[in-house]
Nanobody, 125 residues
Framework: QVQLVESGGGLVQAGGSLRLSCVASGRTFSSYYMGWFRQAPGKERDLVAAISWNGGTTSYEDSVKGRFTISRDNAKNTVYLQMNALKVEDTAVYYC??????????????????WGQGTQVTVSS
């Protein structure tokens, strides 16, 4: 089992920045690929960014490319999502997800077995 705890969400004006953190516990963090997903009211949970076990491979949803950066620190069991140039449409609950595997990066929600509780990001105009 892996437990995931997100932090760093909040209210920010359009154009601002936030950094989300997700701390994992319970198993060997470096054995897992990680993802950040988001879900707005009435919408599906979609991938924002994903990162392989060693950080060597990343994947981003098109609308966040060039604005968001996913990274990880395996020594701290933590994955980050740096969000810059935030837009109103980035408003959602952001979830951290984990799945054991060193051969791939998961880009769909059903690729992940473990989820955090979510953190709200609200971008105002």
């Amino acid at each position: 089992q892996v437990q995931l705890v997100e932090s760093g969400g909040g209210l920010v004006q359009a154009g601002g920045s936030l950094r989300l953190s997700c701390v994992a516990s319970g198993r060997t963090f470096s054995s897992y690929y990680m993802g950040w997903f988001r879900q707005a009211p009435g919408k599906e949970r979609d991938l924002v960014a994903a990162i392989s076990w060693n950080g060597g491979t990343t994947s981003y949803e098109d609308s966040v490319k060039g604005r968001f950066t996913i990274s990880r620190d395996n020594a701290k069991n933590t994955v980050y999502l740096q969000m810059n140039a935030l837009k109103v449409e980035d408003t959602a609950v952001y979830y951290c997800a984990a799945q054991e595997g060193r051969l791939r990066v998961g880009v769909q929600a059903n690729h992940y077995a473990y989820w955090g509780q979510g953190t709200q990001v609200t971008v105002s105009s």
